[in-house]
């Protein structure tokens, strides 16, 4: 049982600490002035009828406060009313998402059984355990793909000392503006003028996977462009014992003309990646690098294939090394990148 009268007792410091919770929350601010007249010297029966408070009451925060200072005018974590919908809803949820759906929260209510909780409610639930996001396509894959990485990496180790790795991969760049995000004033949203009728070409482009050169032209998807990018490799590296040519399994690659070409050329390899694996091709991110450049710009068409050549013009061969990383493509052997370039 406590005695019917207590004082409080304070160093200056906490004294300070105390007036700074007058301007703190409610309850907590009643408390500290319970103190702070406690520590003027006012008995707790007087300051129990200047705030309307029971004795009880005020010598409890005292008391309170003597043995925890300031901290133990807090209140003390409380359980508090359950959950709606239950300790278990966000596990529900969660269970829900897993299975390829497309989910919204009215749809999760109803396969939820119609818990009784509002839509909001439902909202905060879902927020713990799950973000919005829109899914992402993926290739069915191919079911050889180890295999083919393998023989990949097994002709590429029997490579003779000094020979060119290319990566080799065609993109579309359209006169229609490739739209990106980007960062703008509150309240205005960028407008890019589309043109009356779209037009597109198609850049063809192969990486020296060592050195960082990229080879590239500009014409349609069709055989003859890609034999002229072949012969631009075999005439930019006349005296390498062998050029390996790394690319995905087109038709343009497969084609007759193709076929003789690499027949007359002994020491010109093209091989073939698994299909369904883009991811595989360094070449890809060079792409992604040149529709990035070219966003969000409106140009003639003229315009469009300056810009194309803009780009390449300006990058150097760090540069394109350091984008496509080629040493991250499941392509090459073991400590390929560290052998090749030495002999490079």
Not at 8 to 22: D, K
Not at 168 to 190: F, I, M, S, Y
Not at 223 to 237: E, T
Request: hydrophobic share 40%; proline share 8%; glycine share 6%.
């Amino acid at each position: 049982m406590r005695p019917p009268t207590v004082f409080a007792n304070a160093s200056g410091r906490e004294c300070e600490r105390l007036r700074g919770q007058l301007r703190g929350p409610g309850r907590s601010m009643v408390r500290a002035v319970m103190v702070l007249l406690s520590l003027h010297g006012l008995p707790p029966a007087e300051i129990s009828s200047l705030l309307g408070y029971d004795p009880a009451t005020v010598r409890r925060w005292i008391d309170r406060f003597n043995a925890h200072g300031v901290a133990g005018l807090e209140d003390r974590p409380r359980s508090g009313r359950p959950r709606l919908g239950g300790r278990r809803l966000t596990g529900r949820i969660a269970a829900l998402l897993e299975r390829p759906w497309p989910w919204t929260v009215r749809r999760l209510h109803h396969y939820l059984g119609r818990p009784k909780v509002s839509s909001r409610t439902l909202y905060r639930r879902l927020r713990e355990v799950a973000v919005w996001r829109r899914p992402k396509l993926i290739a069915r894959g191919d079911p050889h793909r180890d295999a083919n990485l393998a023989a990949l990496r097994r002709r590429m180790a029997l490579l003779p000392v000094g020979a060119k790795v290319f990566t080799a991969d065609e993109t579309h760049v359209h006169l229609l503006p490739h739209v990106r995000a980007r960062w703008t004033l509150p309240g205005h949203r960028p407008e890019v003028l589309t043109p009356g009728r779209n037009r597109q070409v198609t850049v063809l482009g192969a990486l020296e996977v060592t050195s960082g050169t990229f080879f590239y032209r500009l014409g349609r998807r069709c055989a003859a462009d890609f034999l002229a990018l072949l012969q631009q490799l075999l005439a930019a590296y006349p005296d390498a014992p062998a050029l390996a040519i790394v690319c995905d399994n087109d038709q343009i690659h497969h084609a007759r003309a193709v076929r003789d070409f690499i027949a007359d050329h002994p020491g010109v390899h093209l091989w073939f990646s698994a299909r369904y694996s883009p991811h595989d091709n360094p070449t890809e991110r060079i792409w992604a690098a040149l529709k990035t450049f070219i966003a969000n710009t409106a140009a003639s068409w003229p315009g469009r294939k300056r810009q194309i050549h803009a780009f390449f013009r300006s990058r150097s061969p760090d540069q394109n090394l350091a984008t496509a990383a080629p040493w991250t493509s499941p392509w090459f052997p073991t400590r390929y990148p560290q052998d090749f370039w030495k002999a490079a």
